[in-house]
């Protein structure tokens, strides 16, 4: 009993630790993580399905989490209880009924339409409002209260209310230490059959001869099949054996029919069950054996033969007749328990005739995981920076294997290096495994049906492949992607608020490899554990842009549901969510652009135009491409055939849709570089500078080209100027191209490999440079030119006028005659500003904004430089602070750097003129 006490203990404290270091690393609550991991592990024991943590809580209500079966009639919520206490103390059961009645309180509202109180961007949205509608399914609601302490209440009756039944399960640390502690994926099923249905089960044995096991032969009632399911649920069907996929397969429908219109046939149509158990305890009545109690029963096979019948019965319950349905049973109970994972198997795939199971479903001795098993125990991570312990990623075969090992560790020093070589947070489960897999394989809707269900379809999956034994090289990548995911998931938990942070990874990081073309570096990842910090940015920015998506679903739509559905990433990818152009770092130099910026997987010599209307309807056929991809596809199949030349942002376009259809199976086989002589007669795609038709030596580009760098300086002015001062790139270059038609040399039309021709290499590589010399302003939307402020129109006409000293002109006051803003429009200018901003902003902020409203007015005296670097009309709206504090309009603020506005002048109408919001526009900001 000391040694139980003394285990739990220990058991509790690093329970308590698992928790505190997973919600640190993803930023959730300790209650919140606590019923992450529970509920984690009452899935995989099949104790509930589909389980997503759900934290709300008011006056009287609080529910934590739930779960809804397969079927939709069977509802699990969950309550919390946690107190983080190390050793546990025990709930009181008044404590544990008030639990209950809160989360039943809960359960009542939502029937009474409780989430039209609710925010919709919230997961608690989704449940109030999925009861509400889908009540009338309903037939079991299971109330779980999950705690840290220990519990002395042995068991609430179950009880009906309304159209429902109400049952009750309390699961403390000591029932959750027994279930992850004793090597089983679950609690044993112990079937009472004199006791729970007054009467025993007759059967034939095979006489006790075997060394090996022992058989018995039974035909089992429908009525108590039915029962042990509706009890027992998933729970009774062998983990390792693929589950029942509800009435979709030929099989599951004859069973139906069969149950519907001939259930006295049943016996005479059906193979029956094969089932397995620890022990069974017989009694010989009248020189007949009948079975009286079964210990540790599973189904290995007739999985859905029970649940077929079940469902069946729970439907139509006014017409299926349970007393003609008999199941034919065959129970083998093996005398060295030991030898269970072993025969099992066999037992289902040899028995088996209905429909195929593979060995690929007996997943924990599935040779593809005793290989990533083998793997975890070789291959030493890369030691981080500043450590230089190395260490393993830790591959969990097994539920509770990971802690056993550790446990084998007798002192606490032995302990604490065992956590520093195997860390806990490099333990990767074997369930998670796919769902790292399938998001890298852009299925974040796969991912989205839950873990359990995303594993077996992993599994389903492998037992079709040829090849399914991983390498050095999978394992490294698999451990990168756990890295990517686990990181993209401390991004979301940090910095969003909200519900739906698994369904917002798993789609980001599918989002992430589509827009890049799977091209981010698992090697990299793997060499520095850990994602780049331009990675890390990118991913915070998406995130948001992915949760804005994710809860705009479609009307009449539950947003959980919603992103089960292939539907949802269809529609995402047609969406124009933009990645920023840090993403490039994260790219393995071989997928680096080059000085062009462009990459490709294929190069554009091989696509001829037919293989380009290819993509284009492979593309729609496939939904792997959006409109505007598929558009790109189109636009360069005619601009091919007419030989017309493709603008360099079409170019971009085009190869980020190569790399997409290369990645996403699209048949490049027959395409080699030996075509190249075709595509070179189309003049766009030349992988090499045209050649000149006379033979001649080389000359400097000053000398040959019939432009001059000042004169593209002077063109690219004017051409901003004309547009207000900003446009995209390829709308300046193609102005530039009709305005130098005639003064372009043979030299300037040469082509680079990368389809730019050399002139139009020379303006965009002239980008840096203009920005230096102040002719354009740094600008962050990519492939857009924005002129400097100070270019307005009719003031300077050259950049040689910006560094000559202009002439100051004052009246006999001292007034500053040839400036273009006066004080007057100054004060009023920095109260629009501030009203746009809410009253109050940064001083940097305040004069970025009025230059770019004063570009076109300010003078040569209004941009001179003083002697302390500022230029004379920022000095001027600086040195009026105070001033304007005199004047009531700017209150007193004692923050540095801050400018707020007093009240009364916030709340005053002021006239906006031109180059300003409306006041209209003004007012929706305040």
Not at 405 to 411: A, C, H, Q
């Amino acid at each position: 009993m000391i040694f139980n006490l003394t285990h739990l203990n220990s058991f509790c404290s690093d329970f308590r630790q698992d928790v505190i270091r997973g919600s640190e690393e993803d930023g959730s609550t300790h209650e919140d993580k606590f019923t992450e991991l529970i509920m984690d592990a009452l899935e995989e024991a099949d104790e509930t399905e589909n389980a997503v943590v759900c934290y709300h809580k008011k006056t009287g209500i609080k529910v934590n989490g739930y779960g809804v079966n397969d079927s939709g009639d069977i509802l699990d919520l969950f309550i919390s209880e946690y107190s983080g206490q190390s050793p546990p103390g025990s709930i009181p059961k008044s404590d544990i009924r008030l639990a209950f009645r809160r989360v039943e309180k809960f359960f009542e509202k939502c029937l009474d339409g409780y989430y039209r109180s609710l925010e919709e961007a919230q997961p608690v949205y989704d449940l109030s409002d999925r009861i509400y509608r889908f009540s009338s399914e309903l037939r079991k609601i299971r109330f779980f209260l999950l705690t840290d302490k220990t519990s002395r209440l042995e068991e609430i009756k179950d009880k009906e209310q309304g159209d429902f039944v109400y049952t009750y399960q309390v699961w403390d640390i000591n029932r959750y230490h027994k279930l992850v502690s004793s090597g089983r994926s679950r609690e044993s099923i112990i079937i009472k059959i004199k006791e729970d249905f007054d009467s025993s089960l007759p059967c034939l044995d095979e006489g006790g001869k075997n060394p090996v096991y022992t058989s018995y032969l039974a035909v089992i009632p429908g009525k108590t099949l039915v029962s042990l399911y509706d009890e027992y649920g998933p729970r009774l069907l062998e983990r390792n054996v693929r589950s029942y996929l509800q009435v979709r397969g030929k099989v599951n429908k004859g069973i139906r029919n069969t149950v519907l219109n001939d259930p006295e046939m049943f016996l005479a149509y059906n193979n029956g069950l094969s089932t397995t158990a620890e022990e069974v305890t017989t009694e010989v009545i009248g020189g007949r054996t009948y079975i009286t109690e079964i210990r540790d029963f599973q189904i290995v096979n007739g999985a859905q033969t029970t649940a077929t019948i079940h469902d069946t019965y729970v439907k139509n319950k006014d017409k299926v007749d349970l007393q003609y349905i008999n199941i034919p049973m065959k129970l083998t109970v093996l005398k060295d328990s030991s030898q269970l994972n072993e025969i099992v198997p066999r037992i289902s795939q040899y028995s088996n005739t209905q429909n195929k199971i593979d060995m690929a479903d007996f997943s924990s001795n599935h040779p593809f995981h005793i290989k990533m098993e083998e793997l975890s125990g070789r291959i030493r991570a890369p030691s981080r920076e500043g450590i230089q312990l190395e260490s393993y990623w830790f591959y969990e075969r097994v539920r509770g294997q990971y802690l056993n090992k550790r446990n084998r560790e007798v002192t606490p020093a032995k302990k604490k290096l065992f956590d520093k070589i195997y860390p806990k947070s490099q333990k990767i489960e074997k369930t998670e495994l796919p769902v790292f897999e399938h998001t890298w394989q852009m299925r974040p809707y796969d991912v989205s049906l839950g873990k359990q269900k995303n594993y077996k379809l992993f599994m389903d999956e492998m037992a079709s492949r040829s090849v399914i034994e991983p390498d050095e090289k999978y394992f490294i990548g698999a451990v990168a992607k756990a890295i990517l995911y686990r990181t993209t998931y401390s991004i979301v938990r940090r910095e969003l608020e909200g519900g739906y942070r698994p369904n917002i990874v798993t789609y980001s990081i599918a989002y992430l490899n589509y827009k890049t073309g799977s091209k981010i570096n698992l090697e990299k990842i793997w060499k520095e554990q850990d994602i780049c910090p331009e990675l890390r940015d990118v991913l915070s920015q998406l995130v948001k842009d992915i949760q804005q998506f994710i809860i705009t679903a479609p009307e009449g739509k539950n947003v959980t549901e919603f992103c089960k559905k292939k539907e949802c990433w269809d529609k995402l990818c047609q969406g124009n969510i933009e990645l920023a152009e840090g993403v490039r770092a994260a790219f393995s130099d071989a997928e680096k652009p080059n000085k062009s910026g462009i990459t490709a997987s294929i190069p554009f010599s091989s696509v001829s135009p037919e293989e380009w209307k290819k993509i284009e309807v492979w593309g729609l056929q496939t939904s792997y491409l959006n409109s505007k991809q598929r558009n790109i596809a189109k636009k360069i199949f005619s601009n091919m055939k007419a030989g017309r030349y493709c603008s360099p942002d079409l170019m971009l376009e085009a190869l980020a849709v190569i790399n997409i259809a290369k990645n996403m199976g699209f048949n490049f086989s027959s395409y080699s570089t030996s075509r190249k002589d075709e595509s070179e007669k189309y003049n766009i795609f030349s992988e090499e500078p045209a050649k000149s038709n006379s033979e001649s030596t080389p000359v400097s580009p000053v000398e040959s080209s019939g432009i001059s760098d000042k004169m593209i300086e002077a063109e690219v002015i004017r051409v901003l100027k004309k547009h207000g001062g900003k446009c995209r790139v390829s709308d300046l270059i193609g102005e530039l191209e009709k305005t130098w038609d005639s003064q372009l040399t043979e030299y300037d039309r040469e082509i680079y490999g990368s389809g730019y021709s050399r002139w139009r290499v020379r303006v965009t590589g002239m980008k840096n440079h203009l920005i230096e010399n102040k002719i354009l302003k740094k600008h962050s939307e990519n492939g857009i030119w924005v002129l400097n402020p100070r270019y307005g129109p009719g003031k300077i006409t050259g950049p040689e006028k910006i560094n000559d000293k202009p002439e100051l002109i004052k009246d006999k006051y001292g007034k500053i005659l040839n400036t273009g803003i006066s004080d007057e429009k100054i004060e009023e200018d920095i109260v629009r500003v501030l009203k746009m901003h809410g009253g109050a902003t940064q001083l940097s902020t305040l004069l970025s904004e009025l230059e770019d409203v004063w570009g076109g007015v300010l003078t040569p005296v209004d941009l001179e430089k003083s002697k302390t670097g500022y230029v004379r009309w920022r000095t001027r709206v600086s040195t009026k602070k105070n001033n304007l504090i005199k004047k009531g309009i700017l209150d007193k603020n004692r923050q540095s750097g801050i400018w707020k506005l007093d009240k009364r002048t916030y709340n005053d109408s002021v006239k906006v003129t031109e180059g300003f919001l409306s006041e209209d526009s003004v007012h929706a900001h305040d």
